[in-house]
């Protein structure tokens, strides 16, 4: 039965609405539903090309290129002559997010110039990058007068994301790149020498506010000067740092880099390191003062890194421990803990305890013992995002009673709250603390009970896990 232009499933917010719910494959076959339909998903089948997923795209005639090519919105994994020549048609022209790997070949780099050309003017998310050279071999270069606006009109580049990869430059070259880049707000940079040259005054782009390198990129990018100006001189508005490095004795120079941070990027209060805890902590209590956000990797931590960490307490807002893999806190199943960490349980209780301006702890490898919680009292008062583990809390059902009684407890704090306003000045909502019935039939202050009281201690408290997903609610 055909579909009359009144029918719901023609309304434009409903086509949408199921286009952000269908595969590829489903997206080919509703295309074929008929025109309003053919218009929305066609779209949806065109917009993204990924290489590796979609191999068959190179043998399309140019004829369905020319007729769809305008629709490409994303292109992944481009890797051979093959894929640069696919895209050659003027049609595609409108590409907001691209990720290429150039190889050494003089073809491949042709067609990837004019690609870039063509949409210099579109572009928002750039990963470009070239195969790690191999025993001194030629290196590919950075395209970058491909980038250049064309002449004769207002237009600027758009790139606020751009991700380079072994293709080395000057330091003038670098200047130069971010000049032609005065929307980028993030960059991340590895492998990718930036010689030393005639540049005095490093071009500073005082847009970028996200920097994703390895210590040895940032602090030495002309590896064969030990203190040339690192790449931080480029950046005086930045805030995080996201960085690594390659091992636990890569030479860095810590004198430098503290000096390097205090004197080009004061606003630098994010600091995410995956490096050897060593070096982590060196990081810490060294190079970087007055962090208000600290991300560790969860292969690094220590007891040492953890006293580290406090040496921030009195700034500390937000507290992760990086996980290097996706799904961990929506898995079904509650996660099993390793033994024999490295950290004991009091100096865990130490940053809740101290870090009084903290909003988010999310310690999702530790467990804490209720016992300890119950000794110390914890200054952050304005907690709002909690992920731990409990001792004794270990199973779904466990701890799914937990944070129901927290979510109940809460409904009933903030209905107290409004009775609080109607009252005249009564405090309902600390009453609300102190009756143990709140919680409903209390006997014997079980495990589940202990740990809802004490979250309820914690009134901006809205995300909480505890081993098995995540609990938000509207406060």
Request: one cysteine or more; hydrophobic letters at 40%.
């Amino acid at each position: 039965m055909p579909l009359t232009h009144d029918h719901p499933l023609l309304l434009p917010e409903i086509l949408v609405r199921i286009s952000s719910f269908v595969t590829l494959r489903d997206a080919i076959s509703c295309a074929q539903v008929c025109t309003d339909w053919g218009d929305v998903f066609t779209s949806i089948v065109w917009q993204t090309i990924d290489f590796k997923a979609q191999q068959r795209f190179v043998s399309l005639t140019p004829a369905a290129i020319r007729k769809h090519g305008h629709r490409i919105l994303t292109v992944k994994n481009i890797e051979h002559d093959l894929h640069v020549e696919a895209l050659h048609h003027p049609s595609i022209c409108k590409i907001r997010s691209l990720a290429v790997t150039m190889p050494l070949t003089a073809r491949f780099q042709a067609y990837c110039h004019d690609l870039l050309r063509r949409n210099a003017t579109s572009l928002v998310d750039l990963d470009i990058g070239a195969p790690s050279p191999s025993g001194g071999g030629t290196v590919v270069s950075f395209p970058l007068d491909a980038l250049s606006m064309p002449t004769g009109g207002p237009a600027t580049s758009k790139i606020t994301f751009l991700k380079i990869q072994n293709l080395p430059m000057t330091r003038d070259g670098f200047s130069s790149l971010l000049r032609l880049c005065p929307a980028l707000v993030t960059l991340n940079i590895r492998g990718t020498a930036t010689y030393v040259s005639n540049c005095l005054e490093p071009f500073q782009h005082t847009g970028l506010k996200e920097l994703i390198a390895p210590l040895e990129q940032i602090f030495r990018p002309d590896y064969s000067v030990a203190y040339t100006q690192s790449l931080l001189a480029h950046f005086p508005q930045l805030v995080t740092l996201r960085t690594w490095s390659s091992s636990a004795s890569s030479g860095l120079l810590f004198d430098h880099m503290r000096e390097q941070v205090a004197r080009h990027c004061p606003l630098l209060t994010r600091l995410c390191t995956e490096a050897p805890a060593g070096i982590t902590t060196t990081l810490l209590t060294q190079t970087f003062h007055s962090l208000t956000c600290i991300t560790v990797s969860e292969s690094n931590i220590s007891e040492t890194v953890i006293m580290a960490i406090l040496s921030h307490q009195a700034t500390l807002d937000r507290l992760y421990i990086y996980l290097p893999y996706g799904g961990y806190y929506e898995q079904d199943e509650v996660p099993v803990l390793q033994g024999n960490l490295p950290i004991p349980g009091w100096a865990i209780q130490l940053i809740p305890q101290t870090c009084h301006q903290l909003t988010t702890l999310q310690f999702p490898l530790f467990e804490m013992d209720m016992d300890g919680i119950a000794k110390s009292k914890w200054s952050c008062k304005n907690l709002e995002s909690l992920f731990i583990r409990i001792r004794g809390l270990d199973t779904k059902e466990s701890i799914d009673e937990a944070l129901q009684l927290w979510t109940e407890a809460v409904a009933k704090r903030e209905s107290l709250k409004k009775l609080d306003a109607a009252s005249g000045g009564l405090d309902f909502a600390k009453m609300c603390l102190q009756d143990p019935g709140v919680l409903g039939q209390v006997l014997q202050d079980p495990l589940e009970e202990r740990v809802a009281r004490h979250l309820l201690q914690f009134e901006k408290l809205h995300t909480v896990w505890l081993g098995h997903k995540v609990t938000t609610i509207k406060l």
